[in-house]
Nanobody, 121 residues
């Protein structure tokens, strides 16, 4: 019912910036509660980077606090991740996540296709 499309990844040098975007589309009979960004490197689990609740609260991984900012435009069903002062250890595939509620099935998580972020030294 929900499709997430990510954009904005790429290759940058350490200290540079990127802005990731994720637009959600789907049925009108759903409510998107939480949205967030996760990242994953080969051989490791997918970890939370930043999350934004429908109530406006945010949460960040300790490794990105002070450098990354999550924001959302509910009218556009879009979530953003502003990434500043990038480090080589930020290199990963970044995935958008949306937690959606529908009366027919309750809560369900949806994922984007992922966008590659490479930070060189």
């Amino acid at each position: 019912q929900v499709r997430l499309v990510e954009s904005g990844g790429g290759l940058v040098q350490a200290g540079g910036s990127l802005r990731l975007s994720c637009e959600a589309s789907g049925s009108s009979f759903i409510r998107i509660n939480d949205m967030g960004w996760y990242r994953q490197v080969p051989g490791k689990q997918r970890d939370l980077v930043a999350a934004s609740s429908s109530g406006g609260s945010t949460n960040y991984a300790d490794s990105v606090k002070g450098r990354f900012t999550i924001s959302r435009d509910n009218a556009k069903n879009t979530v953003y991740l502003q990434m500043n002062s990038l480090k080589p250890e930020d290199t990963a595939v970044y995935y958008c996540n949306a937690r959606v509620f529908a009366l027919s099935y309750g809560l369900r998580d949806y994922w984007g296709q992922g966008t590659q972020v490479n930070v060189s030294s």
